[in-house]
Nanobody, 125 residues
Framework: QVQLVESGGGLVKPGESQTLSCALT????????IGWFRQAPGKQREGLSC????????TYADSIRGRFTTSRDVPKGLVYLHLTNLKPEDTGVYYC??????????????????WGQGTQVVVSS
């Protein structure tokens, strides 16, 4: 079966950087996209990115474009989300998830059927 496990969260200060990892157990087939989402307390999950390869097919939400970057190491079964210039409003639980099919221009929660448990990022001075 497929399992996703996030790691790399923690307490960081505004302006700092952090890299989150998503470890994927099971076949890492290119046709499956891996998305990143975040959820603040009491809020809906917000789609951040989706990746199929390191050179194309990547989607980013406008809210984080230019600050967050996603990459993938297929042989190791790892997907990364690189967070830079972090802001307090970036605080939340970050999830990775898998969808069947290609990434789309819209990162919709309902498209992703397998989810990790999340890793918490707190951005505070």
């Amino acid at each position: 079966q497929v399992q996703l496990v996030e790691s790399g969260g923690g307490l960081v200060k505004p302006g700092e950087s952090q890299t989150l990892s998503c470890a994927l157990t099971g076949p890492a087939v290119d046709q499956y996209g891996i998305g990143w989402f975040r959820q603040a307390p009491g809020k809906q999950r917000e789609g951040l990115s989706c990746i199929r390869s390191n050179v194309g097919g990547m989607t980013y939400a406008d809210s984080i474009r230019g600050r967050f970057t996603t990459s993938r190491d297929v042989p190791k079964g790892l997907v990364y989300l690189h967070l830079t210039n972090l802001k307090p409003e970036d605080t939340g639980v970050y999830y990775c998830a898998r969808r069947w099919g290609a990434c789309s221009s819209n990162i919709r929660e309902s498209d992703f059927r397998v989810w990790g448990q999340g890793t918490q990022v707190v951005v505070s001075s």
